[in-house]
């Protein structure tokens, strides 16, 4: 990958820990800060199999949604805490990535994206019907936030500084896979899996590597989340959110980890503008969408490498 300068990280990170003394700790201000570092998680989740696999994961939600239900549903019926449920969602979550990818191996392009995208609506259809273990419908209400040092978490500092923390490890760790083994591996694969696999590459075991990291560390921001909002329900965890997240890492640049983060902060904030603006207008607040698909057309018109392009360790002969 294309080194960016360490002076740029530190100052990013330095700035992320002061922000909420910058903006006066308003609650508001640090919500949205909380929901864009959540979807800067789950873009960085879900650039590892679209971005540095090169499979296009129409269904990344899913993930989102096991991890949300069974940090709840561990809460709720078994009273385990959140620093328990947050591990053991992100187990659950690995091992449908696996279920999930195993069977997928061979598949490519648009046949696997199908299957990506009927396996979100089959986890969504199964939190809506099966009202005996997840209420349905009317969702998981009280699900406890998370303490520490026998108090626990009140308003959203906490929760920003935790997941924080979260996405500055995921990026570290990102970055050090990315110019590991593994990751020149999945940007063969990316680049062209016939030669990869030509060249010795075990593209099976390295796709299903791929499909269990990406899944797991969805089903951690949705255990993050369940803990966060207190309240779950299917309609959380629409297609939608899918579409979105891939978005995120489209417009900074598949498979650049800055380029995921860039993403999430553009679009959530936007989105929260947008909200705002529309709401003065009288206009519903779907509206907005029109606009991301503005800045869609517009990224693939004019800069359709992202606006933090990463240049490939292997390079197809094409």
């Not at 269904?59 to 069974?70: E, H, K, N, R, S």
């Not at 990818?101 to 061979?106: E, I, Q, S, V």
């Not at 240049?311 to 094409?318: I, L, P």
């Given at each position: 990958?294309?080194?960016?300068?360490?002076?740029l990280?530190?100052?990013?990170?330095l700035?992320?820990?002061?922000?909420?003394?910058?903006?006066?700790?308003?609650?508001?201000?640090?919500?949205v800060?909380?929901?864009?570092?959540?979807?800067a998680?789950l873009a960085?989740g879900l650039?590892?199999?679209?971005?540095?696999?090169?499979l296009?994961?129409l269904?990344?939600?899913?993930?989102?949604?096991?991890?949300?239900?069974?940090a709840?549903?561990?809460?709720?019926?078994?009273g385990?805490?959140?620093?328990?449920a947050?591990?053991?969602a992100?187990?659950?979550?690995a091992?449908?990535?696996?279920?999930r990818?195993?069977?997928?191996?061979?598949l490519?392009g648009?046949?696997?994206a199908?299957?990506?995208?009927?396996?979100?609506?089959?986890?969504?259809?199964?939190a809506?019907?099966?009202?005996?273990?997840?209420?349905?419908?009317?969702g998981?209400?009280g699900i406890?936030p998370p303490?520490?040092l026998?108090?626990?978490f009140?308003?959203?500092?906490p929760?920003?500084y935790?997941i924080?923390t979260?996405a500055?490890?995921?990026?570290v760790v990102?970055?050090?896979?990315?110019?590991?083994?593994?990751?020149?591996a999945?940007f063969?694969?990316?680049e062209?899996?016939?030669?990869?696999?030509?060249?010795g590459i075990?593209?099976?075991?390295?796709k299903v590597?791929?499909f269990a990291?990406s899944?797991a560390?969805?089903?951690s921001?949705?255990?993050?989340?369940?803990?966060?909002?207190?309240f779950i329900s299917?309609?959380?965890?629409?297609f939608w959110e899918?579409?979105?997240i891939?978005?995120m890492?489209v417009l900074?640049?598949?498979?650049?980890?800055p380029?995921a983060?860039?993403?999430?902060v553009i679009?959530?904030?936007l989105?929260e503008?947008?909200?705002s603006l529309?709401?003065?207008?009288?206009?519903p607040?779907?509206?907005?969408f029109?606009f991301?698909g503005l800045?869609?057309?517009?990224m693939?018109?004019?800069r359709?490498e992202?606006?933090l392009?990463v240049?490939?360790?292997?390079?197809?002969?094409?």
């Open positions: 990958m294309r080194p960016r300068p360490r002076w990280w530190t100052g990013a990170a700035f992320a820990l002061t922000f909420p003394a910058l903006v006066g700790f308003d609650a508001y201000v640090c919500h800060a909380v929901l864009v570092l959540l979807y998680t960085l650039n590892i199999v679209p971005g540095f696999t090169g296009l994961d269904g990344y939600v899913g993930f989102y949604a096991v991890g949300a239900y069974t709840g549903l561990l809460s709720l019926a078994f385990v805490s959140f620093w328990l947050l591990p053991l992100a187990l659950n979550g091992l449908w990535g696996v279920l990818g195993a069977p997928t191996l061979r490519t648009d046949y696997f199908i299957v990506t995208f009927g396996f979100s609506e089959l986890v969504v259809m199964v809506k019907n099966e009202t005996w273990l997840t209420r349905g419908p009317m998981l209400p406890p303490s520490a026998g108090a626990s009140r308003g959203e500092l929760f920003y935790l924080l979260v500055l490890l995921l990026i990102s970055r050090r896979i990315a110019a590991s083994r593994v990751g020149r999945w063969a694969i990316r062209d899996e016939v030669a990869a696999e030509a060249c075990d593209v099976a075991r390295y590597t791929a990291l899944a560390v969805g089903a921001a949705g255990a993050f989340y369940a803990h966060w909002i207190t299917p309609g959380a965890f629409q899918s579409v979105l891939l978005c890492i900074g640049g598949m498979g650049s980890v380029g983060v860039l993403g999430a679009l959530v904030s989105s503008v947008l909200r529309l709401g003065q207008f009288g206009l607040e779907d509206t907005r029109i991301f800045v869609m057309v517009l693939m018109r004019f359709p992202g606006l392009p240049k490939a360790t292997v390079k197809s002969e094409r």
